[in-house]
């Protein structure tokens, strides 16, 4: 029987820190995508709290980049991201 290689010991005094979101690019507020626009705290239903970091587009089909506390940063499309502001 073959062995993998030698698995290191875990270590139960390990603190994980979450990261720190990156901040929005370009001037807040000067694009906006489906009424969102940079630096806005948002709610999204399935990823919790978020900030919007890029705009790309206008209108419902705008792109949203937006940074999630738990799940970091996703690409959403305005009109189908179902975001709430905060």
């Given amino acids: 029987m073959r062995q ?27 694009v906006t995508a489906g009424g969102f626009r940079r630096g806005i705290k948002v709610r999204h239903p399935t990823l919790g709290q978020g900030v919007i970091m890029d705009v790309e587009g206008d209108g419902p089909t705008g792109r949203l980049t937006v940074y999630f506390e738990r799940f970091g940063k996703r690409k959403l499309v305005a009109q189908f991201a179902k975001l709430e502001p905060l």
Avoid: F, M, W
Wanted: proline content about 33%; hydrophobic content about 25%.
């Fill in 4 to 30: 993998g290689p030698p698995v290191p010991p875990r270590s139960a005094g390990v603190v994980v820190q979450r990261p720190t979101p990156p901040a929005p690019t370009g001037r807040p507020g000067a």
